[in-house]
């Protein structure tokens, strides 16, 4: 069973600043998705990474999928309160389409 | 052009009561997956159906839990004489096609259910 891990759990930083989470796994992924979920409401897709080296940009969010497709990133400059939420990585690899998700990094950005 | 709905919102039930949650696809989505979140154990998947079938329900509990995607109406899970280890948030997702790569599915606002 592919097991993903994400890091860090919890992240507490001031607008402005930079950070970078981790989704790490055990096994190849044919394809990754990042959610993100506020408070009481469902997860939200940001983007899909299918390619090994593959890097996309949503504004001031950059995802980076690794060479070996076992990993990704996501990178936040300059972080605003906006961002505040649960990061969710997931794997789409299953043929029958249900998908995997890590346990999350919950992020709080104070103003 | 609507997302994915769910109602209702929040439902509270005593236990031993069953509990009915609803799911409405997004607008020419036929592939629903149904999602439980408890704060403990994160996101995990239950079942996944298309119209009248059951594809992949490898996450349901083997007991109380069913689900459907009839023919006509919203995809329904339900769970009977709950049990306050039922309680959790509930989310449906709906996509266009299923499995592949660009699997992408796309989430409703969940039901959390309150079990006393």
């Known amino acids: 069973t592919q097991l993903l891990e994400q890091s860090p759990q919890f992240l507490s930083i001031q607008e402005g600043e930079n950070l970078t989470v981790y989704c790490n796994s055990s096994?190849?992924?044919?394809?990754l998705q990042w959610y993100r979920q506020e408070p009481g409401e469902g997860p939200v897709l940001l983007v899909t990474?299918?390619?090994?080296?593959e890097v996309k940009k949503l504004k001031r969010l950059t995802f980076q999928f690794g060479d070996a497709r076992k990993d990704s990133s996501l990178h936040i400059t300059a972080a605003q309160p906006g961002d505040t939420g649960l990061y969710l990585c997931?794997?789409?690899?299953?043929?029958?389409?249900?998908?995997?998700f890590g346990q999350g990094t919950t992020l709080q950005v104070k103003p | 052009n609507a997302g994915v709905m769910q109602n209702p919102r929040h439902l509270v039930r005593r236990r031993g009561q069953e509990a009915r949650l609803r799911c409405s696809p997004m607008?020419?989505?036929?592939?629903v997956y149904w999602y439980r979140q408890l704060p403990e154990e994160g996101l995990k998947f239950m079942v996944y159906l298309q119209k009248e079938n059951i594809i992949d329900e490898s996450g349901m509990p083997k007991e109380r839990f069913s689900a459907e995607f009839p023919k006509e109406g919203p995809s329904i899970l339900r769970i009977q004489q709950v049990v306050r280890g039922d309680s959790a948030a509930y989310f449906c997702?709906?996509?266009?096609?299923?499995?592949?790569?660009?699997?992408?599915?796309?989430f409703g606002p969940g039901t959390r259910l309150t079990v006393l």
């Open positions: 997931a794997d789409g690899s299953s043929n029958t389409g249900k998908l995997i």
């Open positions: 607008k020419g989505h036929s592939h």
């Open positions: 997702a709906s996509s266009l096609t299923s499995g592949g790569s660009y699997n992408e599915q796309f």
């Open positions: 096994s190849v992924f044919s394809s």
């Open positions: 990474v299918v390619t090994g080296g």
